[in-house]
T-cell receptor, first 114, second 115 residues
Framework: DAGVIQSPRHEVTEMGQEVTLRCKPISGHNSLFWYRQTMMRGLELLIYFNNNVPIDDSGMPEDRFSAKMPNASFSTLKIQPSEPRDSAVYFC????????????FGPGTRLTVL | AQKITQTQPGMFVQEKEAVTLDCTYDTSDPSYGLFWYKQPSSGEMIFLIYQGSYDQQNATEGRYSLNFQKARKSANLVISASQLGDSAMYFCAMREFLTGNQFYFGTGTSLTVIP
């Protein structure tokens, strides 16, 4: 099993540019989560999907952020336009159904907005 | 109110000693799960141990054990025989089973193992 795959691993962009982060969950997992981690705010849940449907997007900071899950094996998190304060590590995690199943995290995407 | 509280921003422990990382939680859901994750300097999040709210015994996984005190709403992680490789950030998390899939994470505790 390849685990949760995220791309790119590192992204450096200029303010105002569009950024797209990608995630491939573990096959068979039906829940997918996007987190943002910064030193100041720690680990924040941005949005999560269940069976490809967005369930809770209350953590999405503002309209510049959007997330999609067109199918069970792919999700994107898009920031348009990006700002320096968006610089963070963005994690994707997936989870199988069932009470006891933990979340498996991807390696993260380190985003730097100049 | 915070769902998960970790009051120790940083901890130090001598190699081979045991250390306890504190975690308290807040929920009115009768059915929930508590998780601990480790995040080394390389950045990945690694699942360590799980405790269910109805589990009668404290969870153990190798050198990790969870001191679950339900009445006090605490789920402290105990690492025995600390190793240098245990130096990392440790996050406590909770999932409320009746209200959905969301995981709530604490702010983390940075553990440094001293040789």
């Amino acid at each position: 099993d390849a685990g949760v795959i995220q791309s790119p691993r590192h992204e450096v962009t200029e303010m105002g540019q569009e950024v797209t982060l990608r995630c491939k969950p573990i096959s068979g997992h039906n829940s997918l989560f996007w987190y943002r981690q910064t030193m100041m705010r720690g680990l924040e849940l941005l949005i999560y999907f269940n069976n490809n449907v967005p369930i809770d997007d209350s953590g999405m900071p503002e309209d510049r952020f959007s997330a999609k899950m067109p199918n069970a094996s792919f999700s994107t998190l898009k920031i348009q336009p990006s700002e320096p304060r968006d610089s963070a590590v963005y994690f994707c995690a997936s989870r199988a159904s069932g009470h006891l199943n933990e979340q498996f995290f991807g390696p993260g995407t380190r985003l730097t907005v100049l | 109110a915070q769902k998960i509280t970790q009051t120790q921003p940083g901890m130090f422990v001598q190699e081979k000693e045991a250390v306890t990382l504190d975690c308290t939680y807040d929920t009115s859901d009768p059915s929930y799960g508590l998780f601990w994750y480790k995040q080394p300097s390389s950045g990945e999040m690694i699942f360590l141990i799980y405790q269910g709210s109805y589990d009668q015994q404290n969870a153990t996984e190798g050198r990790y054990s969870l001191n679950f005190q339900k009445a006090r709403k605490s789920a402290n992680l105990v690492i025995s025989a600390s190793q240098l490789g245990d130096s990392a950030m440790y996050f406590c998390a909770m999932r409320e089973f009746l209200t959905g899939n969301q995981f709530y994470f604490g702010t983390g505790t940075s553990l440094t193992v001293i040789p």
